[in-house]
């Protein structure tokens, strides 16, 4: 009969002791396999966050399907439903989870015809190339939302008629404001600036306005000269 075997030394109480232990080579194999299968096993269980078009849906399904099409065949009886994706032209603001509300927002069915002459000029400024594929922010905003948000107590973005934008690095600021002073008081453009990514378009009075709401501050006057009388944006 064979000797009885020796205990194991394989956990002994000191761990480094154990890790150093050449007995314990295969004991060290497994564990690391056991660590790298849990920490596999975790990420794969955590699900992805959901995309934009993922929460717009989800937005929909929440009983907003039948007055989104509506507003949706309206714009397509004047041409202008393909101007933007609907997911971003409903899109409430920047701050919607700070401020506690819907990502997506439908203005009242009187003010959907408000949004159309905003659309036309967002249209032309992309066929004249001053405007690549822009990125709806912000749409219409309810007034609580816009105080949550910083807006203007005058701001269009409650009337629906305005649209703010976060620009590629492709969008150049300088044609951008040679649209403005060449077409801005026949199209009653309004451009304001939060930033030179960082714009609103609406078509509410030929005017422009910086980060402090005033014409001086504006990058189609601080770069170079314009024209309109100063005012308040929004």
Known sequence: MPPPRARSTCWPAKAAVWWRHSSCQAERVRLIAVCVA???????????APSAA?????????????????????????????VVPMRQLLRSGRRWRR????????PPPAAWPSMRPTLVLVRDLSRAGVLVKPQVASGFRTAAFNRCEGGSSRSRHLTNNALDFD???????????????????????????????????????????GHDYTRASSLCVTSSAGTGKPTNGG
């Open 167 to 209: 620009l590629g690095r492709e969008v150049s600021v300088a044609d951008l404001c040679r649209y403005w002073r060449k077409h801005g008081a026949a199209r009653r453009f309004g451009l304001g600036f939060y930033g030179r990514r960082q714009i609103h378009v609406d078509t509410s009075g030929f005017r422009t306005w």
């Open 99 to 106: 401020c506690a509300v819907d990502e997506f927002a439908l």
């Open 38 to 48: 849990i920490l596999a096993i975790a990420n794969c269980s955590a699900p992805p």
């Open 54 to 82: 993922d929460r717009y849906e989800r937005w929909l399904a929440a009983g907003h399907v039948a007055q989104s099409a509506a507003y949706s065949r309206q714009l397509r009886q004047h041409g202008l439903d393909g």
